[in-house]
Structures are given as C-alpha cells and as structure tokens.
C-alpha cells in the first residue's frame, strides 16, 4: 500500500491582480485502503487530489507518494497513482473503445500481443466487451465512466484516485460504479458528494475553505460536514 | 455523421495492413491526377465500389460519404456541362466520387491505432528536425476524437442559446462555444498527463 505522505502543502491560482489560496498549511499522511474525501465546491479537495498525482505542484510544501516526490518523480508517481475525472468525456482521448483502453498501455510501450490480451481482459471486466470497437462518443454516460475506469485500471496503479466519479451518473450507473471501486483491490481515494459512497471507508477527510476540517471515520466526518453547510 | 469512423471487420481490405492502404489511396490519387480519358476513373470508381463489397460495406455507408458533397458536385457538374461537355462532366465529378469514397473506405476499414502507427513510421526521419513523431501522431488521434466532443459542446451551447431565445444570436453562440472548448482541451490536457503522455 503506497504511502502518501503531504507535508505542510498551500497552494493558490491567479485570480486578478493576486492569487486566491485554495490550500493552506495541510499535513496528513494517508495508508489505509479505503479513503473519502468530501467538503463543499471550491474547498479545495480537487486541488488536492491534484496534488496527489503531480497534477498540480504546491506552492509550498512537499507532496510524496511512496517515497517519490510529485515534483522531482512526477512520471514515478503517474505510474503509481490512476486518477478518474468527474467528466469521462474529458478523459477518454481516443476514437474507439478498444483503443482508448490500450492508449496508457501502448504508452508504455508494451508488445501488441500483452496490450491486447490486457486490454480484453480490461473490456470484459467492466462489461465493455460487446463495444469494445466502437467509437467511444457514441457510449452512454454510465459506459463512459466504466471505459474512463477500465482505461486506468488496465494500467494496475496501486492507488486510484476518483474525483467526483458519480456526479454526472444516474442512480443505477452510481450504483455500478460504487460497487466497482469497493471491489477493487487498490488503494482508493474517492472524492465525493455521494456520501452513502463512504460506508465502509476506513478513513475521511473534510475540506473547507483550503483547510483540512475533520479526519474521521465515515460517520463522524459526514456529520461534521453536514454540520458546515447548515 | 459526415465523416467516415472505423467500422471494425475481418474482411480481407480490413486486414490489408494500413500502410499498403495508405499507399494505395495515394496511387489513386495520382492516377486520377495523371489519367486523362473520361472513362478512365470510371473504372477505378469501379475498383473502389468492389473493395466497399469486398469490405462488406452496406450501400448507406458509401452514401453517407458523398451526401455532404452532392451540393458541390452538382454545382461542379452543372459548369462543366455548360463550358466542357459531358465528358468533362463524368471525369471532373467521378474523379472527386472516387477520391471521397476512397479516403472514406481506408477510415472505415483501419483503426486509429493502425494509422498512427503508420503515421509514426513516416514521421520518425523528422525526429532529428525536431519533430516528435509520437506527439504529432497522438496529436491528430486527439483531433479526430474531438470531433465529436465539439460537435456535442456546439449542440449544447445551440440549445441552451434557443432555450433564452438568443436563436439568431453568433455571438451567444460563438462565446460560449468557444469557453468550452477551451475548458475541454485544458481538461483533456490534465487527463494525457494522468494517463502517462510523459512516460
């Protein structure tokens, strides 16, 4: 289980003449399997899932991911960390669905035979087999996340981050991909709105305006989230 | 759709390895640049119109391919029948027929992977200019996969304009269009490096 270790991290992004902080002065050390990460729009949770995989470098501090640090090892990282976006549109980057799965395979260069054999198996898991050539914008928005799914997973990263994967789905698809990602071996980070999500996550953070709120179990960290947007 | 998207196969032009396909669509081209008697690119239509039956194409997909041109070449077709007689009028509008349905059947039968690697092939002398020929390759993957994405952002932006009723605003089209597109490359640009450009 890779262990992030974010030390005293701030971050900001220009905003008119000067810069507004979207981070300030956050430390945790994160090693369990399961770990949420919820708080209001605009708290600063993107950001610092961002920071988790070299997204985004902070303005200070140091973020490391089992010993490598995001802003001298960030391909090191990269290969560790999967990250799934809220908007799989955003993500899927080539025309077919077969071919968008093997794009981070063919990346690394792999011989054809293993980046088919591992893409066919990818395909098969997440129930894309019946698609898998054709063009991935005709998919539905529930085969579009799973596709955005099966294009990190087929990498094996040992830790996935998930922002907001549910946001764009209805609740049947939300309930697919929940039981995906509790199914899956690596260690998860889920960012989410959808708090029945947690049940069962070892750990959950909450942020708010930039500042890490509560580190809790699910319970006692959705209660106090609930009790900041009242 | 108006342009041709893979449509995957086991036939023999589908196994046909993309660069012969390639090199084949150029031959064509220059054959129907150098040949000069009327009848002539009737016949490569011909070979062309064989290798859709041979790809298993159905007769709508070879339409689909020339319904955006038919303004076009009727316009074509209509000067050259006033000025050149109809011989000129075969040759001009066939040439264009067999140019379109060929390029149309190389996309239908090889898959964006196929034609990268071809394209990588050829790029990979200009790599000691300078160029990188895995990021130009990639480059144009992500211009045909945008396709879509942009015509589905400009129908957004289409509906939400007739849904304030701005229907015959540009403006309210453009500006909105524009932002997101721009929000669309900024994210596909954080999901490449997610996704291991740099490795």
Redesign the interface.
């Known amino acids: 289980m890779p262990l992030i270790d974010v030390i005293c991290v701030s971050h900001s992004y220009p905003s008119g003449n000067g810069r507004r902080p979207v981070l300030s002065d956050v430390s945790v050390a994160l090693s369990e399997q399961r770990i949420g990460i919820i708080g209001a729009n605009g708290s600063g949770k993107s950001t610092f899932a961002?920071l988790l995989?070299g997204?985004v470098l902070p303005d200070s501090g140091q973020v490391q991911v089992d010993g490598h640090d995001t802003r001298h090892d960030?391909?090191a990282v990269?290969?560790l960390v999967?990250?799934c976006?809220t908007?799989p549109?955003?993500?899927?980057?080539?025309?077919?669905v077969?071919?968008d799965v093997?794009?981070?395979l063919?990346?690394?260069?792999l011989a054809p035979v293993e980046i088919a054999a591992r893409v066919d198996r990818a395909l098969a898991r997440f129930g894309l087999a019946d698609c898998a050539?054709h063009?991935?914008?005709l998919l539905s928005g529930g085969q579009k996340q799973l596709l955005a799914l099966a294009?990190?997973l087929v990498?094996e990263p040992a830790l996935l981050i998930m922002d907001e994967p549910t946001t764009l789905l209805d609740l049947r698809n939300a309930e697919v991909v929940g039981r995906i990602v509790a199914d899956l071996p690596q260690q998860v980070i889920l960012l989410t709105h959808h708090l029945n999500l947690l049940d069962g996550f070892d750990r959950v953070l909450v942020f708010d305006e930039g500042r890490l709120a509560c580190d809790d179990v699910p319970a006692l960290a959705s209660e106090h989230y609930r009790q900041l947007v009242r | 759709m108006s342009f041709a998207?893979?449509?995957?196969g086991t036939t023999l032009v589908h196994r046909l390895p993309a660069g012969l396909k390639l090199t084949l669509l150029a031959a064509t081209g220059i054959a129907l640049a150098v040949l000069d008697r009327w009848w002539e690119p009737v016949v490569l239509l011909g070979v062309v119109l064989a290798c859709y039956l041979a790809a298993r194409s159905p007769v709508r997909t070879v339409l689909a391919q020339l319904r955006p041109l038919l303004w076009v070449l009727a316009a074509i077709g209509a000067f050259h029948a006033v000025t050149s007689g109809w011989q000129e009028v075969v040759d001009v509008v066939v040439t264009l027929i067999t140019l379109v349905l060929a390029a149309g059947l190389v996309s239908l039968t090889t898959?964006?992977?196929e034609l990268t690697d071809v394209l990588l092939w050829l790029l990979h002398p200009l790599h000691r200019f300078g160029v990188a020929p895995d990021r130009t390759a990639l480059l144009i993957?992500?211009s045909?996969?945008s396709v879509?994405?942009i015509a589905?952002l400009a129908q957004e932006v289409r509906d939400a304009q007739r849904a304030r009723g701005l229907a015959s605003s540009p403006r309210a089209f453009a500006v909105p269009l524009l932002v997101r597109s721009l929000r669309?490359a900024e994210?596909?640009g954080?999901?490449?490096?997610?996704?291991?450009?740099?490795?």
């Open positions: 961002r995989n997204l960030g391909r990269r290969r999967g990250f976006f908007d549109d955003a993500q899927i980057v080539m025309p077919t077969r071919e093997g794009f981070g063919r990346r690394r260069g050539d063009p991935s914008h294009a990190v990498t | 998207t893979y449509v995957p898959s964006m992977t993957s992500l045909v996969r879509p994405v589905a669309h994210a596909l954080d999901a490449l490096v997610a996704r291991g450009l740099d490795d």
